[in-house]
């Protein structure tokens, strides 16, 4: 997907002012699984918004994770880099999350993302108050969290700052090591040969 930065970013002009999250906010701190010391970590950068981010998910993801993730021969880090506000808060919630349902919770919300962000007539937000829920965020967390301006900005600064060392052009976005993957279609045989040459 294209970036849309300029329609995130114009929509958060007062946040510039606003007091940053704290660094030590563990809302901010990786998220990764598989093997925190194999030889390949991947890094993943996505928006809960983007449709190919989706497909992703849903048609090579579910073998990257069984032949590589769980095996523990890498190591997958998760990158938010929302393309718009939905997006953004969808980020948000997913790390006010332990951190050890932040995954299922993007796995969830990208697998099912032509029904909470995409369908006609719903209201996006109101969907993902709902999905918070089943995730265990209560009414009051979840406003909470919507109204944590300085979190929100903490999300956008992490973005701006990979955005600016990366170069990324859309979403997904990868990179094996340090070495970008480049081409169109990702397949799972095209992964597990970046893979192997990251491994060397």
């Known amino acids: 997907m294209s970036l849309r930065r300029r329609s995130l970013l114009a929509a958060l002009p007062a946040l510039a002012l606003m007091p940053r999250a704290r660094a030590e906010d563990a809302r901010l701190t990786p998220r990764m699984i598989g093997n925190p010391n194999a030889k390949v970590k991947v890094g993943e950068w996505f928006s809960l918004t983007c449709t190919h981010c989706a497909h992703f998910q849903m048609t ?9 993730i769980d095996t ?11 393309l718009d506000q939905v997006a953004l808060l969808a980020a948000m919630l997913a790390r006010s999350l332990p951190i050890d349902r932040y995954e299922p919770f993007v796995e969830s919300l990208l697998s099912s993302q032509d029904r909470w962000a995409f369908a006609r007539d719903i209201d996006p937000k109101q969907q993902l108050q709902r999905m ?3 995730a ?19 999300i956008v600064n992490m973005q701006d700052a990979d955005q600016a060392k990366y170069n990324i052009g859309g979403t997904p976005y990868f990179r094996f090591n340090e ?10 045989d095209a992964f597990a040969k970046q893979v192997e040459k990251a491994a060397g």
């Open 136 to 154: 265990g965020l209560s009414a009051e967390q979840f406003q909470k969290i919507d109204q944590d301006d300085a979190f929100r900005q903490a």
């Open 72 to 82: 523990g021969k890498i190591c997958y880090v998760y990158h938010d880099f929302p």
């Open 60 to 68: 090579v993801f579910p073998e990257v994770k069984q032949k590589l």
């Open 179 to 188: 070495t970008p993957y480049t081409e169109e279609l990702l397949t799972y």
């Open 132 to 134: 918070a829920a089943l």
